[in-house]
T-cell receptor
Framework: GQNIDQPTEMTATEGAIVQINCTYQTSGFNGLFWYQQHAGEAPTFLSYNVLDGLEEKGRFSSFLSRSKGYSYLLLKELQMKDSASYLCAVGSVGANNLFFGTGTRLTVIP | GAVVSQHPSRVICKSGTSVKIECRSLDFQATTMFWYRQFPKQSLMLMATSNEGSKATYEQGVEKDKFLINHASLTLSTLTVTSAHPEDSSFYIC????????????FGDGTRLSIL
């Protein structure tokens, strides 16, 4: 089966850097996705990692280590609008759907 | 980027009513569509997966006669909540993806369903 763990809540200060971790266990790993979800809205796609290493996209970066079953999402120069839930989702070979973690609720404070 | 449109965004209706929610991929062919349900402050719960032209695959515990899914074309899937009751009140979200499983799912804006 699949198991995905991420912290439930985090708080960080505007302008700072925050790292949201995700650990996973799955058979036939087929990529890891990060999504952002603001309260009352649907998730929006942020990043995709399938090979080890860092993928950078503006203020957001995502890292993957397949051997450790570990990923993180790094948010730089935090803005108030970054307050949202961040969902880690894992694909598995042979499975049509993604397996979502419970999400990390990030609160950015002034 | 990929755009998925979900309609309606909000529904308020009486108990016993059937409600249809549409999910459309506007700029790509959605071989596979997914229907999720989300309660406040909880994660997405996958209800069913549908592939164009075939019957939906429902997750354990989801009643297929209660939640009817149709995926008749590569751009449209519908979810019908039949004879809705207050306990069906929730946020329903669809997502769509191309034919490769390592492609990202793109989500619609969700439908907030409130049954009185």
């Amino acid at each position: 089966g699949q198991n995905i763990d991420q912290p439930t809540e985090m708080t960080a200060t505007e302008g700072a850097i925050v790292q949201i971790n995700c650990t996973y266990q799955t058979s036939g790993f087929n990529g890891l996705f990060w999504y952002q979800q603001h309260a009352g809205e649907a998730p929006t796609f942020l990043s995709y990692n399938v090979l080890d290493g860092l993928e950078e996209k503006g203020r957001f970066s995502s890292f993957l280590s397949r051997s450790k079953g570990y990923s993180y999402l790094l948010l730089k120069e935090l803005q108030m609008k970054d307050s949202a839930s961040y969902l880690c989702a894992v694909g598995s070979v042979g499975a049509n759907n993604l397996f979502f973690g419970t999400g990390t609720r990030l609160t950015v404070i002034p | 980027g990929a755009v998925v449109s979900q309609h309606p965004s909000r529904v308020i209706c009486k108990s016993g009513t059937s409600v249809k929610i549409e999910c459309r991929s506007l700029d790509f062919q959605a071989t596979t569509m997914f229907w999720y349900r989300q309660f406040p402050k909880q994660s997405l719960m996958l209800m069913a997966t549908s592939n164009e032209g075939s019957k939906a695959t429902y997750e354990q515990g989801v009643e297929k006669d209660k939640f009817l899914i149709n995926h008749a074309s590569l751009t449209l899937s519908t979810l019908t909540v039949t004879s809705a009751h207050p306990e069906d009140s929730s946020f329903y979200i669809c997502s769509a993806r191309g034919h490769q499983s390592n492609q990202p799912q793109h989500f619609g804006d969700g439908t907030r369903l409130s049954i009185l």
